[in-house]
């Protein structure tokens, strides 16, 4: 059975960081891809950064480039979101994703979705 649990939301003020981690079991971790999504209230759910199972080639939504760092660590099957410089437009439920064959930017492109963590920015 494939788990993925994120951890590391909280509240924070505009400017800070945060880093969220999404530990994963019951999968063979480095060969899917890992993506991170967030929803804010009352919208819809949206694509942020992902990351293939190499690690090779990663991708960000132009509202995050600059500022959140996808990155993975295949030997603790865990995908990580580093997020610098905090906007209030970034609260959100922040959820990883994963998925073996695609690593594109739709939420119907991953089959496991974690639970998600709460991201709160306040200005």
């Known amino acids: 059975q494939v788990q993925l649990v994120e951890s590391g939301g909280g509240l924070v003020q505009a400017g800070g960081s945060l880093r969220l981690s999404c530990a994963a079991s019951?999968?063979?971790?480095?060969?899917?891809?890992m993506g991170w999504f967030r929803q804010a209230p009352g919208k819809e759910r949206e694509f942020v950064s992902a990351?293939?199972?190499?690690?090779?080639?990663?991708n960000y939504a132009e509202s995050v480039k600059g500022r959140f760092t996808i990155s993975r660590d295949n030997g603790r099957n865990t995908v990580y979101l580093q997020m610098n410089s905090l906007k209030p437009e970034d609260t959100a439920v922040y959820y990883c994703?994963?998925?073996?064959?695609?690593?594109?930017?739709?939420?119907?492109?991953?089959?496991?979705w974690g639970q998600g963590t709460q991201v709160t920015v306040t200005s």
């Open positions: 019951g999968l063979t971790f480095n060969r899917y891809a």
């Open positions: 994703a994963a998925d073996a064959v695609n690593w594109g930017t739709s939420a119907k492109s991953y089959r496991f």
């Open positions: 990351i293939v199972g190499s690690a090779v080639n990663t």
